[in-house]
C-alpha cells in the first residue's frame, strides 16, 4: 500500500437528493484509507462512510446542530481489523467455563478445576476454557489426566487446549465409552500409558468423541456470551471475525445474538463439516443447509463450509516424520476422493469452503483436491476455495495456490503462540519456515490475516509479528520472512474483505463503504515496529455505531445507527 497525501478536495457524495447531515464528523491526524490514500477528516451518516477530505475542516459544512463533532487530532484512524480466521464462539463460550487460560502452574490448574468441582454436583461435567496452553505454565507441560482425576475425583473433566488437543480425566474417557482396547479414531490419537491405557491426552478426531458428550451451554447463554465476547474484540480494534467453525445449533445462537443487537462486531461463519462423517452424510448435511454462502445481512452473513484435513502443531500432515518422533508424521482426515466429491458438490451448491491445512503433506492434498474440483465444476469466482493456514508449504505448492486462484487466510499468532512447541515437534528449520508471507507475497498469493488464537487477541500484535517475526516464547523465527507494516495492514482489512467478497462494503476507508474505523493513540505507520505489540485502540466504530468507547470521545449512538434489526 502507497500514502500519498490525497487530494485537498473533499470526496463526497456528487449530487445528494437532499443536503446530507453528518451524523459523526470525526477530525484525526491521519486517517490512513488502505488504498492508498491519507485524509484529515472522516463524515459518518448512518452505517456508512459518507465523506471524507484531507482537510481537516473540509467536511465542516456537512455538519449541523445534531453532527457530533469528535476532535482527535492526536489519533490516527484506520479501517477496523477484520479477522480471517478465529474461534469468536469458543473464545465467548470460554467465559462460561473454567478458565483454566488464567493459571500459570500445574497447580493452579488443577486448583481452578477442583473449585469448579466443589460448585458442581457429584459425578456432574467440568468442561474448561479452552484458551489455554501449556507454554504458560511454569511447567511448560500438559497436565496429565491423573492430575485431573486427583483435582476432581469421580467428576468427568474436559480439557480442550485449542481446536486439536485436549485432556480428560478417567471419569470422561469412561463416559465417551474410551477404554484400553478403543482403537485411534480416523484423523485422531487417543494417548496412551506403557500398558495400552488411556493416559487422557486427546488428539484430532478423538477429540470430538469425547465433546460430544459434555453438556453444552444453551443458545440463550452463548447469545449473552457472545455478547461479552465480541465486546471483547471490538475494544481490540476488530470490526469483523470470520468464524471459522461452528455447528448448526451455534449459529442459531449466532442469530439470536444478532437479531438482538448483541454483537459488537461483523460475523461470517463457516459451518462444519467433519471427518467422521460418511461421504454420504457429508453430503446430505450440505443439502440439507439449504442456503448458500453469501446468505444474511451486514452483520452475520454465511461465508462457507469447514473441512480440516489434519492436526494442528501435534498431528499436522507433514512431508518429513516429526523433529521429535520419527516414526510420526502426522495425519490427513478425510481420503482425498471423498473429499474432493464431497466439495465439488458444496461448490455447485454455492458455497464456499475454506480447508485446514497445517502441515506441507496436508497442503499438498488440498490442493490435489481443490484443483480437481476446480477442474469438475468449472469456473469459480475468487476466493471459493481457501486453505486455512498453510503453517507449511514450500515453493511449489505457493506456485500451485496461485495458478489455482485459490486463497490462504494466514495467522501469525499461531507461531507467536505455538513457536516453541513448534521447535520442539518439527524443529528449528521447520519452524523459521511457517507462514513465510514474503514469498506468499512475491509469488502473487491471495492472502488474508486473522489470528486463530481462540480468546481475544490483539490485532496490533500479530502485525508487530507480521513485521518482526517475534514471538511469545520463541525469540524470532525468521525474519527473512518479514513483510511492512503497510502490507500486514492491507492483509488485515482490504486482504480480509476481498476473501469475504465484501471489498466493495468493507475493508478501507472509502465513501460509501460501511464506517468500520479505530482511533489509535500513535501511527502504526511510522510507529517503531516494537512499539506496535503493545498498542490498543482508543475507540472502535462498527457500522457508525461507537462499540468501544471508554472515553467517551465519540458522543452517543446515533439513532439510526444504533437501530438494526
Ligand atoms: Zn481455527
Given at each position: 500500500m502507497k500514502t500519498t497525501q490525497a487530494q485537498a478536495d473533499p470526496v463526497r457524495p456528487r449530487a445528494p437528493a437532499e443536503p446530507l447531515r453528518l451524523d459523526r464528523l470525526i477530525r484525526a491526524g491521519a486517517i490512513h484509507s488502505m488504498t492508498g490514500e491519507v485524509y484529515r477528516c472522516a463524515g459518518l451518516h448512518g452505517e456508512q462512510i459518507a465523506a471524507v477530505s484531507a482537510d481537516p475542516h473540509g467536511l465542516d459544512d456537512l455538519a449541523g446542530r445534531s453532527t457530533v463533532v469528535?476532535?482527535?487530532?492526536d489519533l490516527t484512524l484506520l479501517p477496523a481489523f477484520s479477522d480471517s480466521h478465529e474461534h469468536l464462539m469458543e473464545a465467548s463460550r470460554n467465559t462460561l467455563l473454567?478458565?483454566?487460560?488464567?493459571?500459570?502452574s500445574i497447580a493452579e490448574f488443577t486448583a481452578l478445576i477442583g473449585a469448579a468441582a466443589r460448585d458442581t454436583a457429584p459425578g456432574g461435567w467440568i468442561v474448561t476454557s479452552m484458551?489455554?496452553?501449556?507454554?504458560?505454565?511454569?511447567?511448560?507441560r500438559l497436565p496429565t489426566g491423573a492430575e485431573l482425576d486427583a483435582a476432581a475425583p469421580g467428576h468427568p473433566v474436559f480439557a480442550r487446549r485449542g481446536g486439536h488437543l485436549a485432556i480428560a480425566s478417567s471419569a470422561a474417557l469412561a463416559a465417551a465409552g474410551i477404554g484400553p482396547g478403543t482403537p485411534d479414531p480416523p484423523g485422531g490419537t487417543i494417548g496412551r500409558l506403557s500398558d495400552g491405557r488411556p493416559n487422557g491426552v486427546l488428539e484430532g478426531g478423538a477429540v470430538w468423541q469425547v465433546s460430544s458428550h459434555a453438556p453444552a451451554p444453551d443458545r440463550a447463554q452463548l447469545a449473552q456470551a457472545l455478547r461479552r465476547g465480541s465486546a471483547a474484540y471490538a475494544a481490540l480494534g476488530?470490526?469483523?471475525?470470520?468464524?471459522a467453525m461452528i455447528n448448526l445449533e451455534e449459529l442459531l445462537a449466532y442469530q439470536d445474538a444478532a437479531e438482538r443487537g448483541l454483537l459488537s462486531v461483523r460475523v461470517r461463519p463457516l459451518i462444519r463439516v467433519g471427518n467422521e462423517l460418511t461421504e454420504q452424510q457429508a453430503t446430505a448435511l450440505i443439502r440439507g443447509l439449504g442456503a448458500r454462502s453469501?446468505?444474511?445481512?451486514?452483520w452475520l452473513r454465511l461465508w462457507g463450509l469447514k473441512f480440516v484435513m489434519d492436526g494442528g502443531v501435534e498431528g499436522g500432515a507433514l512431508e518429513q516424520p516429526y523433529a521429535d518422533d520419527p516414526r510420526n508424521s502426522g495425519h490427513l482426515n478425510w481420503d482425498p476422493a471423498v473429499l474432493t466429491r464431497v466439495c465439488t458438490e458444496a461448490v455447485r451448491r454455492g458455497w464456499r469452503i475454506g480447508t485446514h491445512a497445517a502441515g506441507d503433506r496436508a497442503v499438498r492434498t488440498v490442493l490435489d483436491v481443490y484443483e480437481a474440483v476446480a477442474a469438475e465444476a468449472g469456473d469459480l469466482p475468487p476466493w471459493t476455495l481457501v486453505i486455512e493456514h498453510a503453517l507449511l508449504s514450500d515453493a511449489a505448492q505457493r506456485a500451485r495456490v496461485v495458478r489455482g486462484g485459490f486463497g490462504v487466510t494466514v495467522q501469525h499468532a499461531l507461531l507467536w503462540n505455538m513457536g516453541s512447541e513448534m521447535l520442539t515437534t518439527w524443529g528449528p528449520d521447520r519452524t523459521r519456515q511457517v507462514n513465510p508471507l514474503n514469498e506468499w507475497l512475491a509469488a502473487g498469493a491471495s492472502l488474508a490475516a486473522g489470528t486463530d488464537i481462540a480468546r481475544p487477541f490483539n490485532p496490533m500484535t500479530s502485525v508487530w509479528g507480521m513485521v518482526t517475526r517475534g514471538t511469545k516464547t520463541a525469540g524470532v523465527q525468521g525474519p527473512e520472512h518479514a513483510i511492512s507494516v503497510a502490507a500486514a495492514l492491507e492483509l488485515y482489512t482490504m486482504g480480509s474483505a476481498r476473501l469475504n467478497h465484501e471489498d466493495h462494503r468493507l475493508g478501507s476507508i472509502t465513501v460509501g463503504k460501511l464506517a468500520d474505523l479505530v482511533g489509535y493513540p500513535a501511527d502504526p505507520l511510522t510507529a517503531?515496529?516494537?512499539?506496535?505489540?503493545g498498542l490498543t485502540p482508543a475507540f472502535t466504530i462498527v457500522g457508525g455505531r461507537p462499540v468501544y468507547d471508554p472515553h467517551d470521545m465519540l458522543g452517543p449512538a446515533s439513532q439510526e445507527s444504533s437501530a438494526r434489526c
Open positions: 469528535v476532535d482527535a487530532r473454567v478458565p483454566v487460560d488464567q493459571a500459570r484458551g489455554w496452553h501449556e507454554s504458560n505454565l511454569a511447567e511448560s476488530v470490526g469483523t471475525i470470520r468464524e453469501g446468505f444474511g445481512d451486514d517503531e515496529p516494537d512499539d506496535l505489540a
